[in-house]
């Protein structure tokens, strides 16, 4: 049982690693702009198609990987420029209603530029042999690709917690999220902070989206819609507009995620003669098998209960976002 667990364990640290990457994305960029990006996935799932075209195009995976990258920050800064900057001090509803355009735009593209190249609407994602196969230690097995997820996961996160508190534009996006009027008056230049929040959170959204195609092995038009569901909940549970705390609800989500998953079937799961008959009946019959269908039912329930006991969220505060 106890290998059981750290496998479990590692799991969870990979998925809540991806979560993670996901949610700071969107808590950048609404901690400054206080926009909703909904877009935020379908621009995953560009650089998930940037990467198929690459590695089918026989790019080798190094090469493929940074092409990808600015590729996706080329289509964040662009939809900051030409969708979101124009609408800028718009009320808040309009702002969420153009994400959900943008996110649009985005999925009609994907799916007229497959068709004029002749790809069916579902690609098989190419998986890298860098990522293929499963590292072995003692009894414990993890898919290659789980430990890029968190070692890629925590290097960027710390990356961008360097950047964030010890760079002068990372002190300026901490000041725009204060109060956006007063650090123009400062002389801060607003649009650079704005479109270098876009571009990281693109950055990591490229990162996210390419490990997220490797482990779900396909990929299409729509595949956002998962992901930038999951960075919401992430974001709320740990308070929207923290990236502390975008990043403490990504690995809580992945936790919670996991743990309802080795749950479901533990009574059957259980050596035999390591509990008596009465309480493996009783899990059995309160966490069968089945129980993993209802996982995102579980998370939804408990971002529930986390909004009745402390609706900012975790690290978030009540009257301002803080980076």
Known sequence: MSDYVIQQIVNA???GSLYALMAVGLAMVFGILRLINFAHGDVMMIAAYIAVFCLGAGLPLEAAIPIMVVGTVGVGLLMERIAYRPIRGAPDVAMLLTSFAVGQILQNGTLLTTRLAGKPTLI????PEQLSGVITVGVITVPKVNVVSFVAGIVLLGLLTLFVTRTTLGLSMRAAAEDLTAAKLMGIKVDRVVA???AIGAALAAVAGFLYSVQAGQ????????PVLKAFIAAVIGGFGSIAGAILGGYVLGL?????????????LLPAGSVSPEVRGFLQQWLPSSLASYRDAVVFIVLILVLLVRPQGILGTRDQADL
């Open 256 to 268: 919670l995620e996991v743990l309802v998953t080795a749950l479901a079937g533990i009574g059957d």
């Open 124 to 127: 098989a994602f190419p998986s």
């Open 219 to 226: 990929i299409n038009p729509y595949m956002g819609f998962t």
């Open 13 to 15: 640290l990979s998925v």
């Open 196 to 198: 270098t929040a876009f």
